[in-house]
């Protein structure tokens, strides 16, 4: 896609590029780290527990110990194992934090944890992984018009997770036996209503690093894969699985300013910033 015509102040371009240099925080030091022992990830930290948590993790872990699984006032640690071994044991772990109330939106979905040689080492349900602040997968699509506007979906009011706010034009995490190619299609058509011969057409633009706390639900550590399509002017998005409660049309000026107004989720806010960054000339 080429530079469009429309112009960005130089403050609102300074504000998207600052957003876009603050995508992986570091856990906070009072989170308790995770570490995995074995395998070609040795001694590597995976994850992190909220303090919120720890406490009732480590009174049932010492009344109820878990195979492959030691917690120690200093970290939690994960012993190497067969995948399905392990993720029967951290799934044990994971429903006992459900029945705590640690782990809302239980989605019966599962991830799949994937170290950076492509192997996979465990499944869990996704809504655990911000409990325990394991990496995620997640793909997100600009769907944009040949004149340069961006499609955005305004996610369901009964949605877990920022309800009512502003999203790409579909984004979701990819499961665990997905890759993030598939993934997108999968949701360009659940969520926008765009037929496999339209997204046939999206193209692999980059991957932003997303790591933050939310507060009562863990930490977000996820690879957020970017896509952008090119919509005819014609095409009007329809939602299919009631994730989202409808779409606007609106420029990259507009798109900007509502980013800075807070109204996107956090990862849209980034993968829109990053699309408005490339599309837009600021001589």
């Keep these: 896609m080429h530079k469009l015509n429309t112009k960005l102040t130089s403050s609102t371009v300074a504000a998207l590029e600052e957003l876009l240099q603050n ?7 009072d989170y308790l780290p995770i570490y995995f022992l074995g395998g070609y990830t040795t001694g590597q930290v995976i994850g992190h527990i909220s303090p919120d948590f720890t406490a009732y993790l480590l ?3 010492v009344k109820n110990p ?5 917690m120690g006032h200093d970290r939690l640690t994960i012993h190497h194992a ?3 071994e392990l993720s029967e044991s951290l799934s044990q772990m994971a429903d006992r934090m459900r029945q705590g109330g640690f782990i809302p939106g ?6 799949a944890w994937i170290d950076q040689n492509g192997h996979e080492y465990f499944r869990l349900e996704r809504s655990a992984f911000r409990a325990f602040g394991f990496r995620s997968m997640a793909t997100h699509i600009n769907g944009h018009t040949k004149a340069g506007n961006l499609w955005l979906g305004r996610r ?15 984004a979701g995490g990819v499961g665990a036996d997905e890759t993030p190619w598939v993934n997108a299609r999968r949701e360009l058509w659940e969520e926008a209503g765009v037929p496999p011969q339209i997204s046939d057409q999206i193209e692999p633009v980059g ?6 706390t939310i507060p009562g639900r863990g930490f977000h550590d ?23 409660s409808g779409f606007i049309e609106i420029s990259l000026s507009e798109a900007a300013a509502r980013i800075l107004a807070d109204e996107f989720t956090s990862d849209a806010a980034l993968v829109t910033a990053d699309f408005i960054l490339r599309n837009t000339r600021t001589d």
Aim: glycine residues 2%; proline residues 10%.
């Design 66 to 70: 878990i195979p492959y699984i030691e």
């Design 59 to 61: 009174e049932f872990l």
């Design 106 to 111: 239980w989605r019966n979905e599962n991830f």
């Design 222 to 244: 996820e690879q957020l894969y970017v896509y952008d399509l090119e919509l005819a002017d014609n095409f009007v998005p329809t939602n299919h699985d009631g994730e989202v």
């Design 82 to 84: 067969r995948p399905v």
């Design 156 to 170: 369901s009011e009964t949605k877990s997770t920022d309800p009512g706010r502003l999203d790409n034009l579909a």
């Design 23 to 29: 995508t992986a925080r570091p856990a906070p030091p």
């Design 207 to 212: 991957r932003i690093h997303m790591r933050r």
